[in-house]
């Protein structure tokens, strides 16, 4: 069993940045393929940022590139993400997930077996 705990969320203005944190219990997290996902009043939980085991590829949907990056320390067990240039649109609930398998990275909510609670961010304009 994995346990994920987020922290790093908060109020900011636009035009601010945040870095969330995600730590995982468990030997073997460097295995682990990470993501974030959020959820926004209202909408379905949507696809952020992943990255492999390594660290060595990460995704991103279109809505984030360029502005927000996802990174890992597998001796932490701690997955990243930093977002820069905040929007009120990016206000959201922000969950971490792990993925078994680590070698392929997933923008779907069913390719990953292990979820934290999520974290609020809120941006105001």
């Known amino acids: 069993q994995v346990q994920l705990v987020e922290s790093g969320g908060g109020l900011v203005q636009a035009g601010d940045s945040l870095r969330l944190s995600c730590a995982a219990s468990?030997?073997?997290?460097?295995?682990?393929?990470m993501g974030w996902f959020r959820q926004a009043p209202g909408k379905e939980r949507e696809f952020v940022a992943a990255?492999?085991?390594?660290?060595?590829?990460?995704y991103y949907a279109d809505s984030v590139k360029g502005r927000f990056t996802i990174s890992r320390d597998n001796a932490k067990s701690t997955v990243y993400l930093q977002m820069n240039s905040l929007s009120p649109e990016d206000t959201a609930v922000y969950y971490c997930?792990?993925?078994?398998?680590?070698?392929?990275?997933?923008?779907?909510?069913?390719?990953?077996?292990?979820w934290g609670q999520g974290t609020q961010v809120t941006v105001s304009s």
């Open positions: 997930a792990a993925k078994i398998n680590g070698k392929f990275g997933s923008d779907v909510e069913r390719g990953y077996n292990y």
């Open positions: 990255i492999i085991w390594s660290g060595t590829s990460t």
């Open positions: 468990g030997r073997i997290f460097s295995s682990y393929g």
